[in-house]
């Protein structure tokens, strides 16, 4: 069984950065692609950011340049720098592998 767990949101001034961490267990992480999304209130959640095992990644439009997803395979661990934050960034986030999700971390952008 696949377990995700986030770390890393908070509340940051619009311009701020933050950085998240989800950590996975029960796979072998090494293989599989991982996948950040976000969901604001009212709104569907959408993706954010994609890395596949051998390091390829996609944006979604909107954070483009501003974000970046990476991956360490020693430590199984997907993290998402976000710089530049702006209110409409503010959401909970999640962590995704394959069709396991983790709990999300609440981000919150101050104007």
């Known amino acids: 069984q696949v377990r995700l767990v986030e770390s890393g949101g908070g509340l940051v001034q619009a311009g701020g950065s933050l950085r998240l961490s989800c950590v996975a267990s029960?796979?072998?992480?090494?293989?599989?692609?991982m996948a950040w999304h976000r969901q604001a209130p009212g709104k569907q959640r959408e993706l954010v950011a994609t890395?596949?095992?051998?390091?390829?990644?996609n944006y979604a439009d909107s954070v483009k340049g501003r974000f970046t997803i990476s991956r360490d395979n020693a430590k199984n661990t997907v993290y998402l720098q976000m710089n530049s934050l702006k209110p409409e960034d503010t959401a909970v986030y999640y962590c995704?592998?394959?069709?396991?999700w983790g709990q999300g971390t609440q981000v919150t952008v101050s104007s």
């Open positions: 995704r592998q394959r069709d396991s």
């Open positions: 029960g796979s072998i992480f090494i293989v599989n692609a």
């Open positions: 890395i596949t095992a051998s390091g390829l990644t």
